[in-house]
C-alpha cells in the first residue's frame, strides 16, 4: 500500500518561513504529479501547488510568488517552502500524490495532513 507522509508544519509568525516535506514509499511505479493542498474547517480543501513529472507547476492564487514548490523524484519527495507567511495561511496541508498503476491509469494518494499555525 502506498504511504505519503508529510514533515515540517509548526507555529510560526506573521512574515515567517516554514518548509514542509512529504515522502512517498511503497510504491515503484512512475509518480505523474505531486503536491500540495490545505484546508481549513468549514471550507473546501484548495490548492497550494503542484509539480507534474514533465515539469509544469501550478499555484494557488493566494500564494503565487510566495511559496515555491519542488520535486525531487529520486528521493520521491515534495518541498514546499512558504515565505511571507500570512494568519490566513494557517490550515492543514496535505500532499497529494498521483501515481500511474499498471495499466497507466493515474491513482490519488493523500498524506494525513500538517498543521500551519500563523501567528498574527
Known amino acids: 500500500q502506498v504511504q505519503v507522509m508529510e514533515s515540517g508544519g509548526g507555529l510560526v509568525q506573521s512574515g515567517g518561513s516554514l518548509r514542509l516535506s512529504c515522502a512517498v514509499s511503497?510504491?515503484?511505479?512512475?509518480?505523474?504529479?505531486m503536491g500540495w493542498y490545505r484546508q481549513v474547517p468549514g471550507k473546501q480543501r484548495e490548492l497550494v501547488a503542484t509539480a507534474t513529472e514533465d515539469g509544469r507547476i501550478n499555484y494557488g492564487d493566494s500564494v503565487n510568488g510566495r511559496f515555491a514548490i519542488s520535486r525531487d523524484d529520486v528521493k520521491k519527495s515534495v518541498y514546499l517552502q512558504m515565505n511571507g507567511l500570512k494568519p490566513e495561511d494557517t490550515a492543514v496541508y496535505y500532499c497529494?500524490?498521483?501515481?500511474?498503476?499498471?495499466?497507466?491509469?493515474?491513482?490519488?494518494?493523500w498524506g494525513p495532513g500538517t498543521q500551519v499555525t500563523v501567528a498574527s
Open positions: 511503497r510504491t515503484s511505479f512512475s509518480i505523474y504529479a
Open positions: 497529494n500524490v498521483r501515481i500511474y498503476d499498471r495499466s497507466w491509469s493515474i491513482n490519488d494518494y
